[in-house]
């Protein structure tokens, strides 16, 4: 039963007992032994008391005024003298009794009906804030976990009829809500996982292909270059296959992981020295030796995009060159291919985007939003622009410690 019902239930309940005040009141109740004794003593010859009227019989319109007395309900008894009636005393005091009598009763009814209204007001303020508030808060609470809202913590006193019950619910919610975080993290770690491993294995299938070319150019062996063919066919497969795992798992990640931490630019030049085997690329200048702030993995990827990139809308020499600032170092990459156009530049870092010239050219349209997002993460910066005498130019901002 709702509380509501139960409430408008006690106030018909009390509505009910007030019933009996506004029932005409119509018996008069008299100490006739009283009454018995005045008649006594008027018959004897003593003054009537005040408030009764005394009626003989020899008294001038006898019969008229006793019958007026009989219509109003007074109280008439006999005046006895000698064993023979000789007249009436009339009390005619019957509506101030009834009204008297009235007025206590109600007095009495109202203050048991108001003291009983308070005890059951009361009861049912205990009934409210003991068991049907508890009750409600857990519907509510219930309501918000069965549509996943695990940070909605459940307040209940132990002193609380249902604390120790509600308790154990708001422990089962934080229960749930380290499992769904515990899951979100693994499958976040997952999707990391995946993104990174789908990503790192396309440097050494460019390094395949770029080796494919290669031997396609020098070979006269007419069963090697088939065999080099079939290699660099599954090797496109695989660069597929990855560019897909790659996607499905960075439209799912909201974050992949950056440590960037004080780091030797030494290792830089490592990563250009590694990419020689992939495309020509000349180095200009040298690289100042100094501790600079970054992730060496996500500088890696950044730079290994970039150099990709040149490589597969390009195809010309590739130039790397240090610069040296005060604020840190710029690796600028260069290539002499025809460029982005100018109306795409400024979306050439959006996810899953790929410029005009993209077409029959595999790629995934993410290697440039990651490398702007780990340059960012790092601190650092890259911008992308057109250079006057021709070319794409990329300069990759790393900060000093």
Same mark, same amino acid.
Request: glycine share 4%; with cysteine; charged share 25%.
């Given at each position: 039963?709702?509380?509501?019902?139960?409430?408008?239930?006690?106030?018909?309940?009390?509505?009910?007992? #007030?019933? =009996?005040?506004?029932?005409?009141?119509?018996?008069? *109740?008299?100490?006739? !032994?009283?009454? @018995?004794?005045?008649?006594?003593? !008027? &018959? @004897?010859?003593e003054t009537p008391p005040d408030g009764c009227t005394v009626l003989y019989m020899t008294d001038p319109d006898y019969s008229a005024k006793l019958n007026s007395f009989y219509k109003s309900n007074a109280l008439i008894m006999d005046i006895i003298q000698d064993d023979v009636i000789t007249g009436k005393i009339i009390w005619d005091d019957t509506a101030e009794i009834i009204l008297s009598a009235r007025a206590e009763t109600t007095q009495r009814a109202l203050i048991i009906w108001g003291v009983a209204a308070l005890c059951g007001s009361i009861i049912l303020v205990i009934i409210y804030v003991s068991y049907?508030? =508890?009750?409600?808060?857990? *519907?509510?609470?219930?309501? /918000?976990? &069965?549509?996943g809202n695990l940070d909605l913590p459940l307040s209940m006193g132990r002193s609380n009829y249902f604390g120790t019950f509600t308790e154990s619910f708001d422990i089962m919610r934080e229960e749930l809500k380290k499992a769904r975080e515990g899951q979100v993290r693994a499958?976040?770690?997952? *999707?990391?996982?995946?993104?990174? #491993?789908?990503?790192?294995?396309?440097? =050494? #299938? &460019?390094?395949?292909?770029?080796?494919?070319? %290669?031997? /396609? %150019?020098? @070979?006269?062996?007419?069963?090697v270059i088939s065999k080099v063919g079939v290699i660099k066919a599954k090797a496109g497969t695989i660069d597929s296959l990855i560019t897909n795992m790659m996607n499905a798992s960075l439209a799912e990640v909201e974050e992949l992981k950056v440590d960037p931490r004080e780091e030797s630019s030494l290792l830089i030049r490592t990563m250009i020295d590694n990419l020689h085997d992939i495309g020509d690329i000349k180095v200009i200048g040298d690289l100042p030796?100094?501790?600079?702030?970054?992730? =060496?993995?996500?500088?890696?990827q950044v730079i290994d995009n !970039? %150099?990709?990139? @040149?490589?597969?809308?390009?195809?010309?020499?590739i130039t790397v060159e240090y610069i040296r600032q005060d604020s840190g170092v710029v690796i600028r990459i260069s290539d002499k291919g025809p460029g982005v156009p100018e109306d795409e530049l400024t979306l050439v870092t959006q996810k899953f985007y790929r410029g005009s010239d993209s077409e029959g050219v595999p790629g995934s349209g993410l290697g440039l939003y990651l490398a702007d997002y780990f340059m960012k993460k790092m601190e650092g910066e890259i911008n992308f622009y057109n250079a006057t005498e021709g070319g794409f130019t990329v300069e990759i901002f790393v900060r000093k410690i």
């Open positions: 039963m709702k509380f509501k019902t139960i409430v408008v239930c006690w106030v018909l309940l009390m509505a009910l007992c #007030l019933i =009996p005040v506004f029932i005409p009141y119509s018996r008069v *109740q008299r100490d006739m !032994v009283y009454y @018995s004794s005045v008649a006594d003593s !008027v &018959a @004897s010859g049907i508030r =508890p009750f409600r808060k857990l *519907q509510k609470f219930t309501g /918000e976990i &069965a549509k499958e976040r770690a997952k *999707q990391e996982m995946m993104a990174e #491993l789908s990503h790192d294995i396309r440097t =050494p #299938l &460019a390094t395949i292909n770029a080796t494919c070319e %290669v031997l /396609e %150019v020098k @070979s006269k062996d007419p069963d030796e100094c501790l600079l702030y970054y992730d =060496p993995l996500r500088l890696e !970039v %150099v990709g990139n @040149s490589i597969k809308y390009a195809g010309t020499e």
